[in-house]
């Protein structure tokens, strides 16, 4: 039932809807572990491949499909693989990729748990691995300048938002004989398209905007069909990383809405950052769509709106974030991102806090720094709410 002649709020909607013959309108919730088979003969030939038939959950499942399905036509990608968790995707990307003695290489500002695999995980099964600069693109080539198996990058990064430019990497990648994964979470499907700037792999934590409504986990990976089935398939298989129907649904139903939430939490996060940007207290505001970030140019060119996000130093410090984050009426504290109502936080002892202080001075992400996710509340409200955290500093004098 699909069209390439539909626009995006249509396709979100209509796309891949695998209905069966009730014809539901809703997507059909497939709660079930394991399928019968309508005879040994069919299965048997099932599990040679003979035969086109759901054997086990763990393998496929007919939400499951749907919801890849979708994500794989909203992307632009030959196919998709959705997962328990975004970390699953990233894990599984990488890890299905990789054997001892290839060489990793990855973004320097990445989120912690991707910090942890390449720099703790990777090492341990003889995978040589090195962090690079994001927008030093010198030290891309230097790094790129020999054989490596997969690259990792965000963009844009976690927490402080910089922007890198995928195509100049895909390009030394490619060069170098890698595979380069993008974690595509901040900007969002509907806000960037990795595929189309060169990028082999597309990583995506669904728990994020595409749920955006804090209830389930989900991950997604997309590339070629030929990579998913000879690659990553075998390894979400038989390491079990599947997401359940039901979290496969509800992401189905969060899509739906999707546009209409990224459009809306970008413009009060363009209103959020400006507003931050004229209060006191408030040492450096980063937002792509600022013209103050420092790679406004390069996000205009990649990115159709300034995301979700907003990344903020405060001044005095932790005591002076801390005072900001306690201040707040209206802006949740927690360490998700991309839901439906605001949520700020402080990644230096939260996400980021088993990453070395060293690094993450490297990375400016201070003791100061706040990641603010802009929700779809009335921009005033959340305006109003930062000026009682700013307050609330003022008086830390």
Known sequence: MSSENWRTATRLLHEAPNRTEFGETSEALFLTSGFVYDSAEQAAATFTGDVEHFQYSRFGNPTVDTLQERLALLEGAEAC??????????????????????????????????????????????????????????????????????????????????????????????????????????????????????????????????????????????????????????????????????????????????????????????????????????????YPGRADHPQHELAGKQMSNGGSMVAFVVDRGREGAFAFMNAFKVIAISNNLGDARSLATHPATTTHMRVSEEERARLGITDGAIRLSVGLEDPADLIDDLKRGAAAVAALA
């Not at 994001?134 to 990064?157: F, H, Q």
Request: aromatic share 6%.
């Open 81 to 286: 693989v959705a997962t328990a968790t975004g970390m699953g995707a990233v894990s599984s990307a990488i890890l299905s990729s990789v054997k001892a003695g290839d060489r990793v290489v990855a973004s320097r500002a990445i989120f912690g748990s991707c910090y942890w695999i390449v720099t703790n995980l990777l090492p341990r099964y003889g995978i040589e691995t090195e962090l690079v600069d994001g927008t030093d693109y010198d030290a891309w080539e230097r790094a790129l300048s020999k054989p490596t198996a997969a690259v990792l990058i965000e963009s844009p990064s976690n927490p402080m938002l910089d922007v890198l430019d995928i195509a100049r990497i895909a390009n030394l990648t490619h060069k170098a004989g890698g595979l380069l994964i993008v974690d595509n979470v901040f900007a969002t499907p509907l806000g960037q398209s990795p595929l189309k700037l060169g990028a082999d792999v597309i990583v995506y934590s669904c728990t994020k905007h595409i749920d955006g409504q804090g209830r389930v986990l989900g991950g997604a990976v997309l590339g070629s069909s030929k990579w998913i089935s000879e690659t990553l398939q075998p390894f979400t298989r038989n390491t079990g990383n599947a997401l359940s129907p039901f979290n496969a649904w509800v992401l189905l139903k969060g899509l739906e809405t999707l546009q209409l939430r990224t459009d809306a939490m970008a413009r009060n996060a363009a209103a959020v950052a400006d507003a931050l940007a004229e209060l006191p207290g408030i040492v450096q505001v980063r």
